[in-house]
């Protein structure tokens, strides 16, 4: 069974950043990636950003340019740094891991979720 605990929500103002972390333990298959989802209310859980362990990234259309993606492997460790937050980023951040059992077998974890209020 995997963990995946997040870190880095909160209240920031317009404008402002926010560093989201999660780290992955517990599993004896491999991490084939990581990613953080957000979910605003009345709204369904959508992709923010993902990264595969080799690096390659996938950005919702929303936040290029604005959130930044990264992993540290040794670690099983993914960030998401989150810059010129707007009101419109407030959502629950959900931490989600994708873990190979075989060529095309995957299974997938996902954190408890962390708030992230924009608002002056």
């Known amino acids: 069974q995997v963990q995946l605990v997040e870190s880095g929500g909160g209240l920031v103002q317009p404008g402002g950043s926010l560093r989201l972390s999660c780290a992955a333990s517990?599993?004896?298959?491999?991490?084939?990636?990581m990613g953080w989802y957000r979910q605003a209310p009345g709204k369904q859980r959508a992709l923010v950003a993902s990264?595969?362990?080799?690096?390659?990234?996938n950005y919702a259309d929303s936040v290029k340019g604005q959130f930044t993606i990264t992993i540290d492997n040794a670690n099983n460790t993914v960030y998401l740094q989150m810059t010129s937050l707007k009101p419109e980023d407030t959502a629950v951040y959900y931490c989600?891991?994708?873990?190979?059992?075989?060529?095309?077998?995957?299974?997938?974890?996902w954190g408890q979720g962390t708030q992230v209020t924009v608002s002056s």
């Open positions: 989600h891991a994708r873990y190979s059992m075989g060529a095309t077998t995957f299974i997938d974890f």
């Open positions: 517990g599993s004896f298959f491999s991490m084939y990636a």
């Open positions: 990264i595969t362990r080799h690096g390659v990234t």
